[in-house]
């Protein structure tokens, strides 16, 4: 039997186990990349692991989730990053060089290689045929010290396209129905690998725009074939010695398969607040918008900006909306500033922010209170946009150019009636915000400012867990209520002992309190648990707080991977009724913790309520020494000694 796209690269890539659906694999990998936001813990726990060098073929590090300096917090960050990144033989993108997907699909993507970055939009870079997956930032620091990465070998998806996308609908409508038919779980374990004959009409960055939001489906990855699109974009960009041809063999075996023909797909639009919560954008036409964002890592092409130029071109957007647009790189504005579509954008009124993530991750252009904002991003869940009460709808470049036009939700068929714009054969490379590390220098010194706090260690597991329920949350919390990440505390991503005081407080504010009080104690969560970004602060406040484990319905992947390398039990009800009979104080015992997490099942008695429950510890091997060793890091210390 052949092979799939997805299996060539890892057989490639396999240091331990075999390509058997769940099992655990380990994986060399080629390339990592950071950002600023889940970055400098990265750093800090690379520089704990005391390698000189990084390991990696290429490993980057970028700079394009908070670049405000309203403080010297972020100015200090982004320093000390820089400083690390020339120490220690690391690509290091400036600020203003562009969000990191968009700038490594442009400059460092190669198909066939393994990514691994510390963001869940990792996966981006499948567009160009890599594996890229968003991981944690000790598994990306363990990936630069050399270590392998382990997932559970995912199922794969084939994703066929059938057909080509009529003029007003776009690559983005492609995974708002991908999203429609999976939801944000139905994608856990899973790689969605595309085909077809449809593929052929989408340029790399329209691939991208597919496997970056294929994130909101949970799963492992995304990724397409390498073939000529893949050669024309890498020639385009200059750089077409990293072609490999990367197609799957004819009897490649699939575990599911879905078709979407193209030719009869319809403008999308995923309402508030989950980028599942998809519909036809005809049926909710007419709704007034405030606002209208273009841009972040899945929407902020040259190829993206052009049709929002050519929509916009001439006209003036309407009165009561604020339309943004964030160019997604340093090339893309250079680009457009160079062939003079920018003064279009800016003649209709649109405010050009700067190339990064901007208004995605709440860091500016907040909506206003019960304010509706159509964006062309990728998550849209409540209070991410910095503003509690806004509804945010998340849909193409294609419907938020007309909409701003007519200050509503429309259909942009009725306005657009010309296909995709052509890529170009040529890109402006201009790499001048990416600083080369340095040949092995051990005078660089690496600055720490004040706000660069460590980060909090875990000990070996005791012998039992008796504590407190502190908290009791619903199905589908994010890692943004866990752990929020808006203007006024990204400053602080450094810092966890100021950012644990927030955690959990979008769900319960006295959450930090209670505690701090009870010195720790157990977490109850309902399915999905942590689901959304890769952010391991989402771990690293809880672990701060003393939490000992969670016991959840179920789990997102990433945040599950989170809590067992901060040595936090990430454990399952057996039987979901369980849930509802757990109230807040209750105080729950786990005997013989060192026994019972060598099996699959552990027992958790409710002293309060007199019983006890059968929960999942649905790990690894590896992962049960890590969670009784107490996290990764203190893992890795154990193998060297
Ligand atoms: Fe940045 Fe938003 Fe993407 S925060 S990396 S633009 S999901």
Request: hydrophobic share 35%; aromatic share 6%; glycine share 10%.
């Amino acid at each position: 039997m052949g092979f799939t796209v997805a299996e060539k690269i890892i057989r490639n890539h396999l240091k331990t186990g075999q390509l058997e659906r769940g099992r655990e694999i380990g994986l060399k990998i080629d390339q990592t990349l950071t950002q600023d936001s889940t970055g400098t813990m990265a750093y800090l726990q690379f520089e704990a692991m005391g390698v000189d060098r990084v390991k990696t073929k290429k490993s980057v590090a970028y700079i394009d989730h908070n670049m405000l300096q309203a403080g010297p917090e972020n100015a200090d960050d982004h320093l000390y990053i820089q400083r690390v990144a020339k120490k220690h033989g690391i690509y290091f993108s400036k600020p203003g060089n562009g969000i990191c997907h968009q700038v490594h699909l442009e400059r460092f993507g190669v198909p066939g290689e393994t990514l691994l970055g510390s963001d869940s939009h990792t996966p981006t870079c499948g567009g160009i045929g890599m594996l890229a997956i968003g991981a944690g930032g000790l598994d990306v620091a363990v990936a630069m010290a050399g270590g392998e990465y382990f997932i559970t070998m995912p199922r794969i998806v084939k994703v066929e396209l059938k057909g080509r996308l009529n003029p007003g609908v776009s690559a983005k409508d492609i995974i708002l129905e991908v999203l429609r038919i999976y939801g944000v779980k139905g994608g856990i374990n899973k790689i969605f690998e595309y085909c077809g004959d449809g593929i052929k009409s989408l340029t790399v960055p329209e691939r991208g725009t597919i496997t970056n939001m294929g994130a909101e489906l949970g799963a492992t990855t995304s990724i397409f074939p390498s073939e000529e699109n893949t050669y024309r974009f890498l020639k385009a960009q200059g750089r077409e010695k990293d072609f490999i041809e990367l197609i799957p063999d004819k009897d490649a075996y699939y575990d599911e398969e879905i078709i979407i023909d193209l030719n009869k797909l319809e403008p999308l639009i995923a309402c508030p607040h989950s980028p599942d919560n998809v519909v036809n954008v005809t049926s909710i036409e007419g709704t007034k918008v405030n606002q209208v964002a273009i841009g972040s890592c899945t929407n902020s092409s040259y190829m993206d900006l052009m049709k929002v130029a050519e929509i916009l071109d001439g006209k003036t957007i309407a009165e009561d909306v604020s339309l943004v647009i964030s160019p997604g790189s340093k090339q893309v504005l250079n680009m457009l500033a160079q062939n003079g579509v920018l003064g279009k954008l800016i003649s209709s009124g649109a405010r050009i922010l700067e190339c990064g993530c901007g208004p995605c991750i709440g860091m500016g252009q907040a909506p206003n209170t019960n304010g509706i904002s159509l964006r062309t991003f990728n998550r849209n869940f409540k209070g991410r946009s910095g503003t509690v009460s806004a509804n945010v709808y998340l849909a193409s470049p294609e419907v938020a150019a007309v909409s701003a036009l007519t200050g509503c939700i429309t259909d942009p068929r009725k306005y657009v009636n010309k296909l995709s714009i052509d890529m170009p054969e040529i890109f402006i490379v201009n790499d001048n915000l990416i600083v080369e590390p340095a040949e092995v220098d051990n005078n660089i010194e690496i600055i720490r400012g004040p706000n660069i706090r460590p980060f909090p260690k875990n000990k070996p597991l005791g012998r039992r867990i008796r504590e407190k329920v502190l908290i009791k949350v619903e199905d589908n919390i994010t890692t943004d209520h866990i752990m929020p990440s808006n203007a006024k505390l990204l400053p602080y991503r450094s810092n966890i002992p100021y950012l644990a005081d927030y955690c959990l407080t979008p769900c319960d504010s006295e959450f930090p309190k209670r505690a701090k009080e009870y010195n720790g104690g157990i977490i109850i969560g309902g399915h999905n648990y942590g689901q959304g970004s890769s952010r391991e602060h989402a771990a690293l406040a809880p672990l701060y707080l003393g939490i000992k484990a969670v016991m959840a319905k179920s789990f997102a992947r990433i945040h599950k991977q989170n809590l067992i390398n901060n040595g936090i039990l990430p454990l399952v009800f057996q039987d979901e009724s369980n849930y509802d009979d757990i109230d807040l104080l209750d105080e729950l015992i786990i005997e013989d913790i060192l026994n019972q997490i060598k099996k699959d099942m552990v027992i958790v008695k409710n002293k309060t309520k007199a019983t006890e429950y059968k929960l999942l510890l649905d790990v690894k091997d590896r992962q049960r020494k890590i969670l009784e060793l107490g996290g990764l890091l203190n893992l890795m210390n154990f193998q060297n000694k």
